[in-house]
């Protein structure tokens, strides 16, 4: 498609003057700069034209520019600049008019990201919000969060305009798959085991068929579709799936298969505590477990569906992971509550007194995910290591999308505590998407390790927060010298760190990060 670029005429400038009743001479007052006001043009979405945004039209998916909607150009003026571009007018043809402010000095050929809609730009203006955050924005209806589209232009100031190099394209394909049950929730799962899409309708109906309208990244591999009523019925359909990008597609399933609470299928519901069989993926909806874990025997996957809460009993971790080179997957879009029991992590590793206690990798992708480590532990990591030789670890800790919230019995994202010549160790801790709040317990560190006493030894791998998350919030325990990187040691005990890199950066956050709360990129 050819570059286009469009040009309006600027407004006349009027200058005002006040007479001075002291010297009666004519005064000009400065004119007040607001910005520079671009309008510019945006291809059709599609070829079915008018102002309906994402609409259904007897059996088809209509997607088209719709006035009044909303834009986000991003841009660099002395920093992250985001500008709200709204659509003025959409003509025949399904072409749209936007209409947006950018900061006064800003110079010709800026480049720019344009992102539609609007909600879908990261909050500290540097991008597009991670996949896993835009798909759990969905709700089960046609709307514009089904519609994520980026691109890319550049502005000019000097005779406003905006230059389209790249025009808005779609991220996702839109799926509407019509269900044989009344449901709540739908998810669609990849052949591995990974969560693409899912929806939560506000009103399950009360009828046996609802259509789930979804946003699916590209796949061409078998899927299986997971739905529940929110309550006890959960269902599942596997069939060979091709989705592409800015395609729309429409199913209407005639059946689907039950799903037990101990079902041998590859994913089942969970109702209760219990152990997951290793390479199984569950499926937790409003789920409330006390006193009690769920436990992972090897790899496995949690999708979360609607509110759930584990609270542990002493000694145990909520959510146990399996042993080591073996990982623990959390996404979806519902939420988790989990609080460890005593001595014990949120999620990650029980007590280790007078043992070794291994554990697997952590990974979390999705979902809202609220942590709370139990005594002298982390909330997510490791438990509690105490004395004569004791150690507890854990592997690699990764977050890569969704909201997540760690509050430490010692480090909110790390290792426990290491006490009487125990060890307490994790791997590489990894923030590459989502919002993550992190506060660390008594002396020790928000990500990083715990506190480290009488001959105790805390190490975590290297720290990475990279330019792909939406926030982190990071803060320290009482007396920790960092909120990220080593806690506190005490009585010939031993703190060890990797590098730790924020945004790019190793070298200004080589001891570590003393700030607290530290924030990345901005304070909110």
């Known amino acids: 498609m050819k570059t286009m670029k469009y040009f309006f005429m600027a407004a006349l400038a009027i200058l005002m003057?006040?007479?001075?009743?002291?010297?009666?001479?004519?005064?000009?007052?400065?004119?007040?700069?607001?910005?520079?006001?671009?309008?510019?043009?945006?291809?059709?979405?599609?070829?079915?034209?008018?102002?309906?945004?994402?609409?259904?039209?007897?059996?088809?998916i209509v997607v088209d520019w719709?006035?009044?909607?909303?834009?986000?150009?991003?841009?660099?003026?002395?920093?992250?600049?985001?500008?709200?571009?709204?659509?003025?007018?959409?003509?025949?043809?399904?072409?749209?008019?936007?209409?947006?402010?950018?900061v006064e000095g800003t110079a010709d050929d800026t480049e720019c990201q344009i992102i539609y809609p609007y909600s879908a730009a990261k909050e500290d203006?540097?991008?597009?919000?991670?996949?896993?955050?835009?798909?759990?924005?969905?709700?089960?209806?046609?709307?514009?969060?089904?519609?994520?589209?980026v691109g890319a232009g550049k502005i000019q100031t000097s005779t406003p305009s905006l230059t389209v190099t790249t025009q808005p394209a779609a991220q996702f394909a839109i799926w509407k798959l019509t269900l044989p049950q009344a449901s709540k929730d739908m998810y669609v799962i990849s052949e591995a085991g990974e969560f693409l899409a899912g929806a939560i309708l506000s009103d399950p109906g009360t009828d046996f068929t609802v259509a789930v309208p979804a946003a699916v990244p590209a796949v061409s591999s078998k899927v299986t579709i997971v739905a529940t009523d929110g309550t006890s019925g959960c269902w599942s359909y596997s069939n060979t799936a091709t989705l592409e990008k800015g395609k729309y597609y429409q199913s209407t399933l005639t059946s689907m298969t039950a799903l037990g609470n101990e079902s041998t299928a590859d994913v089942y519901k969970m109702t209760g505590a219990g152990t997951i069989p290793a390479g199984k993926t569950v499926v937790l909806s409003g789920v409330t477990i006390s006193g009690d874990q769920i436990a992972c025997s090897g790899d496995a996957t949690i999708i979360l569906m609607g509110s759930n809460t584990v609270t542990a009993a002493a000694n145990t971790a909520?959510?146990?992971?399996?042993?080591?080179?073996?990982?623990?997957?959390?996404?979806?879009?519902?939420?988790?509550?989990?609080?460890?029991?005593?001595?014990?992590?949120?999620?990650?590793?029980?007590?280790?007194?007078?043992?070794s206690v291994a554990g697997g990798n952590i990974e979390i992708n999705g979902g809202t995910v609220n942590a709370t480590g139990g005594q002298s532990s982390a909330a997510i990591g490791t438990g509690y290591a105490y004395q004569n030789g004791s150690s507890n670890e854990c592997g690699a800790i990764t977050i890569n999308g969704g909201t997540v919230t760690a509050y430490g019995g010692y480090a909110g994202i790390g290792t426990g505590g290491a006490n009487q010549s125990s060890s307490n160790e994790c791997g590489a801790i990894t923030i590459n998407?989502?919002?993550?709040?992190?506060?660390?317990?008594?002396?020790?560190?928000?990500?990083?390790?715990?506190?480290?006493?009488?001959?105790?030894?805390?190490?975590?791998?290297?720290?990475?927060?990279?330019?792909?998350?939406?926030?982190?919030?990071?803060?320290?325990?009482?007396?920790?010298?960092?909120?990220?990187?080593?806690?506190?040691?005490?009585?010939?005990?031993?703190?060890?760190?990797?590098?730790?890199?924020?945004?790019?950066?190793?070298?200004t956050y080589a001891v570590g990060v003393t700030e607290s709360p530290f924030y990345y990129p901005t304070a909110p």
């Open 17 to 60: 003057t006040a007479c001075s009743s002291d010297d009666n001479e004519l005064t000009q007052l400065p004119v007040k700069a607001e910005g520079i006001t671009i309008t510019a043009q945006l291809a059709p979405k599609s070829s079915n034209a008018k102002t309906r945004a994402v609409t259904e039209s007897g059996n088809k």
């Open 66 to 102: 719709a006035v009044n909607e909303h834009l986000a150009i991003l841009y660099d003026k002395d920093g992250n600049q985001m500008a709200d571009a709204t659509i003025t007018a959409v003509d025949d043809d399904g072409a749209a008019t936007i209409t947006f402010t950018v």
């Open 125 to 149: 203006k540097t991008g597009v919000k991670d996949n896993s955050t835009l798909l759990g924005a969905q709700d089960g209806t046609l709307n514009a969060n089904l519609d994520v589209r």
């Open 318 to 355: 909520a959510i146990k992971i399996g042993g080591s080179s073996t990982t623990l997957t959390i996404t979806g879009s519902g939420s988790l509550t989990v609080k460890g029991g005593q001595y014990a992590a949120a999620i990650g590793t029980g007590y280790a007194n007078n043992a």
């Open 433 to 507: 998407g989502g919002t993550v709040t992190a506060t660390g317990g008594q002396r020790s560190a928000a990500i990083g390790t715990g506190y480290a006493n009488n001959s105790g030894s805390n190490k975590c791998g290297t720290i990475t927060i990279s330019t792909g998350v939406t926030s982190v919030t990071a803060t320290l325990g009482n007396r920790s010298p960092n909120s990220i990187g080593k806690g506190f040691a005490a009585n010939n005990g031993t703190q060890t760190c990797g590098t730790i890199t924020i945004g790019g950066d190793a070298t």
